[in-house]
Structures are given as structure tokens and as C-alpha cells.
């Protein structure tokens, strides 16, 4: 199975930046899906952000205008640039991928994505 590695967390304080990486251990892979996913401890892991293989992209509401997902086919890497960051973003990140075509339908919902990093902490500090 392809590994995917989460790259780039840590700590900000609010108003800030950050960005994170997922590089697929398979070179060539093309998955009908990549997508962001962040969970609390407590709670619900949740979309964040998605992009299909058409380049077509969706974001959570609570993100929309702040977050930016992107994908580079040559370096085989997803990523998720995150600005005007808020404390209630601290969470861990996780990159995914949906292999299915049926993903696209609804690249958000956490049960489209086959294969998963193993994610990343970020901490937005107030």
C-alpha cells in the first residue's frame, strides 16, 4: 500500500501561518482524491480541505479564504497552506488519499479516503 507522510505542523500563535506536506511513498500515484483532515482529541475527525484528480477543489466552511490546498504532480506532494490561523485550528492534520472514483462525490466526508498518513500536530496559540 502507498505510505503517505505528513510534513510541516507545529506551533503558531494566532493570525499566523503555516504549511503543511504529504508525499506519497509511490511515485507515480494518481488517486481520485487527496484531501486534508484534522481531529481533536474528543472529537470527530473532519475535512478540512480537498482537491479531485480533475483539480477541482472543496473546503470546509469554517476554513474557507484561509486555507489553500494544492498539489505538485512532479514532486508526487500535497499540500495545505494555512493562513489567519485561529486557536480553534490546533489539531492534528492528516493527509489522505480516496482511491475510489466515487470520492469525488464528497471529497469531505472522512469515509471517502482509503489510505492515510499519520498525521501531524499543529498548535495555534492565542
Known amino acids: 500500500q502507498v505510505q503517505l507522510v505528513e510534513f510541516g505542523g507545529g506551533s503558531v500563535q494566532a493570525g499566523g501561518s503555516l504549511r503543511l506536506s504529504c508525499t506519497a511513498s509511490?511515485?507515480?500515484?494518481?488517486?481520485?482524491?487527496m484531501g486534508w483532515l484534522r481531529q481533536a482529541p474528543g472529537k470527530e475527525r473532519e475535512g478540512v480541505a480537498a482537491i479531485v484528480r480533475d483539480g477541482g477543489t472543496s473546503y470546509a466552511d469554517s476554513v474557507k479564504g484561509r486555507f489553500t490546498i494544492s498539489q505538485d504532480d512532479a514532486k508526487n506532494t500535497l499540500y495545505l497552506q494555512m493562513s489567519s490561523l485561529k486557536p480553534e485550528d490546533t489539531d492534528k492534520y492528516y493527509c489522505a488519499a480516496g482511491d475510489s472514483a466515487f470520492c469525488r462525490r464528497s471529497a469531505l466526508q472522512t469515509t471517502q479516503y482509503n489510505n492515510w498518513g499519520r498525521g501531524t500536530q499543529d498548535t495555534v496559540s492565542s
Open positions: 509511490l511515485h507515480i500515484y494518481r488517486p481520485y482524491c
